[in-house]
């Protein structure tokens, strides 16, 4: 059948999709890396990595208890919308709002009750800093929630806008404080201050998407969601909640750090890390964009066309990252030094290491495709799993390798969850959901538009 621009594929409407948050993801990539560069070169080795580990530790706590709202919102609201229940669509809205605000908030409060603890922990640092740090996940707090409206409103290219804003703003901020005077207190205030202002344009953005979606922010709802179904979005954010606690392992490794090397090397370490997040960061709106079309696939049974979906993905990202892991590996240690410096030539051995983390990228999809067949509890369990696998390599690589026993712990999870994924898939895979999902729904009204 002839595809045209009128009757898009899956994949066309997946790129097309993240087109313009890949452009976002983009900019702010580019921005975070020329950032990493004007604040190791203004603080140094030690001072950059007293930034890191006061940082690591709010984010800690901020993602020890964050809920990954919008998730939920991407789940829940395409469904009641298709059935034209734009009052449950808004109670789900108006839940994952309140429950992100409280999360956040409760995060700063458990930050300001540990900051002297932490000060201990984290030489060089004082409660003010460590307080003032931890302001910067509480004014994010409802970013998430905000922008997964203004994805479903498919208004894309707001996105890209309100992000290539903050980071020119954060980015100038930072090259203004370092010609004047550079202080881990005054580049904490700039990333403070494009946080604020990022956060006030997502509410625009997020009360226009609203509207157009039929669904209100303030306004309360008509009605409640009957009971079987509360308990069903309850129980969904209950699971994302423990499996979003999982991603404390982005901070737990530098606190751990911490503990047997220098500031110096933690902060060596973070760099390293911060230069494959940027490509980590890229991938994200494609996996956000494909979350939502998953949804929708599956909650309109077509079935055939996801599998082919899945497919086409996870083929031509492998054809991406494997170059790109054997490009990195091979030039870090000539242009790592020459672009932060040489106190970071540490770095660069790191960095050949967990540069092979980006082989998680081609099942990228993997997650938010359980999440929409209901296995949540499939997840967490594995997410946890992987929680603990990697605290035991740590403790145990940490303490005789340094930083490079860090990396190899993280390189070591990764093949971890990758063979995870494929053997999951092979049990929960749409050939399993086809069978599975068509028989429970046999004696349901409709037709079934695809089968594998």
Request: net charge positive; aromatic share 8%; with cysteine.
């Amino acid at each position: 059948m002839t595809e045209c621009s009128d009757n898009p594929t899956p994949l066309q409407r997946v790129m097309r999709h993240s087109r313009w948050l890949l452009v976002a993801q983009l900019v702010t990539s580019t921005a975070s890396i020329i950032q990493a560069m004007i604040l190791t070169r203004a603080l140094g080795a030690t001072s950059y990595g007293l930034y890191v580990l006061m940082f690591a530790f709010v984010t800690f706590i901020n993602n020890a208890l964050n809920s990954r709202v919008w998730q939920a919102i991407s789940k829940f609201v395409p469904q009641y919308r298709a059935r034209q229940e734009h009052d449950k669509a808004t109670v789900v809205v108006q839940r994952c709002i309140f429950l992100e605000a409280a999360t956040g908030l409760l995060a700063w409060i458990v930050i300001v009750a540990l900051a002297p603890w932490a000060g201990q922990l984290i030489p060089g640092a004082d409660f003010y800093l460590i307080c003032l740090c931890g302001l910067v996940p509480l004014i994010n707090l409802l970013a998430e929630p905000f922008r997964a409206l203004v994805r479903l409103a498919e208004r894309f290219t707001w996105l890209p806008m309100q992000a290539a804003l903050v980071a020119t703003l954060q980015t100038a901020g930072l090259l203004i404080v370092w010609q004047a005077g550079a202080s881990i207190e005054r580049m904490v205030l700039v990333m403070l201050a494009g946080a604020f202002v990022g956060v006030l344009l997502l509410a625009v953005l997020a009360a226009r998407a609203a509207r157009q979606l039929n669904v209100a922010i303030f306004r309360l709802p008509p009605r409640r969601l009957p009971k079987h179904e509360s308990r069903q979005l309850w129980k969904f954010l209950l699971f994302s909640n423990l499996t979003a606690t999982s991603a404390v392992l982005n901070s737990v490794d530098s606190l751990l750090l911490a503990l047997f090397v220098s500031p110096a090397s933690v902060g060596a370490y973070d760099l390293a890390r911060k230069t494959v997040a940027v490509v980590d960061r890229l991938g994200v709106p494609v996996q956000r964009a494909v979350f939502q079309e998953i949804s929708t696939l599956i909650s309109e049974r077509r079935f055939t066309e996801l599998a082919d979906l899945q497919r086409r993905i996870t083929r031509r990202a492998t054809l991406l990252v494997v170059p790109a892991c054997l490009i990195m590996t091979a030039l870090t240690p000539t242009l790592f030094p020459l672009v932060f410096g040489p106190e970071f030539v540490s770095a660069a051995a790191v960095l050949q290491i967990i540069v092979w983390q980006w082989l998680r990228i081609p099942l990228a999809w993997f997650r938010g495709y359980m999440l929409c067949i209901g296995r949540v509890g499939t997840m967490t369990g594995v997410r946890w799993i992987l929680v603990i696998l990697r605290l035991v390599l740590m403790l145990l690589l940490i303490p005789p390798l340094g930083i490079i026993g860090a990396a190899v712990a993280g390189l070591l999870c990764t093949l971890f969850w990758t063979t995870a994924a494929a053997l999951l898939l092979r049990q929960f895979g749409t050939h399993s959901l086809t069978l599975k999902y068509v028989n429970r729904q046999s004696s349901t009204p409709g037709p079934v538009r695809s089968a594998a």
